[in-house]
């Protein structure tokens, strides 16, 4: 012992370092608390955490996280058909339908092209998001594909390369615009630069 | 849906929420990363959670957390039986053993003097103290006590009240060096703080 924790304790801090964000010092701290915890609240949680990865599916729309099919926003009549919004990952979906003002469809890429990660265009939902340019929306026309990847390298990478398979189709594409602070991650940007930079959104 | 999470990952968020330090965004970024990940790994994290609060309980003599009755501290016959170290918490051990030049026992308090939130001596573990001090430990008797609560106001009061119920017994009494910044908290001291602190104690 001394220097070492016990296994079972061990066990859970390693299982805690590996959630992003989290080092070995707050892993130790959340442990401890599960520790100090109740039986029943140590159930609930890891009750949660299997739930999760069981009830929740990629949307074959989509490709959003949803417990449906399809997924709620596909579903939903009261939306724009007419609109699609492309984003590398079902996170990126969450800070757009906070800011408000978005009415339209998603589409979730799946990740962004990096060469250097080995990710090629085939490895996106990018066939997918042609399907559905193809078949239209419930009979209704797509008129823009707003592409709300993020604004680094492998987004604008990624964007261009969606913007190259879409023009032929001669429909609408614009790029969200550039309140976003370069180089961050969409995923943490606040309602009003997020509100702003769909607002701001222009035709590449 | 729109402004609302899928069930499921909301039941999740919510969990992770309730964890020291984690609040909605980084609870929203850690149940994406659980989704993210395969299901063996959801599987192994949640099982980790219940295996740490079956397999682990506190040892039946120093109270801090173990998989072994007694501890591997209290039962390491290399260990200075007249040397006990009173904590408040179980996870304040684990700097204090990181630390390095501690070679003796432990008390852990379970907690502090605390009027605002309505914990008495009665709810600490000082009877089971007084009880250690009384039969010695196998038969060794113990030499010194070192109070190495927090420096703030609760381990202060702490620290005073216990000195008031070993002084009679004729025991040396020690507080830990004032290395550690005051109104810290001891789980997060670094080594050298800790070893100084340890070194410097004085008696009270």
Excluded: W
């Excluded at 800011?99 to 979730?108: D, F, S, T």
């Excluded at 085939?122 to 042609?130: G, I, K, N, T, Y």
Aim: hydrophobic residues 40%.
């Amino acid at each position: 012992m001394t220097n070492e924790l016990a296994e079972p304790l061990q066990l859970l801090v390693d299982e805690f370092c590996r959630l992003p964000g989290i080092g070995r010092k707050s892993a130790r701290r959340l442990a401890f608390h599960v520790l100090r915890g109740t039986e029943e609240d140590a159930r609930r949680m890891a009750e949660a955490i299997v739930q999760v990865r069981e009830r929740m599916s990629h949307c074959e729309v989509c490709f959003q996280f949803t417990d449906r099919q399809p997924c709620p926003v596909c579903a939903d009549p009261a939306r724009d058909r007419g609109l699609i919004c492309v984003v590398q990952e079902p996170g990126d979906i969450f800070p757009i339908e906070r800011a408000g003002g978005y009415r339209g469809l998603y589409h979730v890429l799946m990740g962004a092209l990096s060469p250097l990660k080995g990710v090629g265009p085939e490895s996106l939902r990018l066939a997918e998001l042609l399907a559905r340019l193809d078949q239209g929306e419930d009979g209704d026309e797509v008129r823009e594909v707003i592409l709300a990847t993020n604004p680094d390298v492998e987004g604008e990478a990624t964007a261009a390369y969606t913007l190259r398979l879409l023009k032929p189709k001669g429909i609408r594409v614009t790029r969200i615009g550039f309140g976003l602070p370069v180089g961050g991650s969409l995923e943490y940007a606040d309602e009003v630069t997020m509100a702003r930079a769909l607002e701001g959104r222009r035709e590449i």
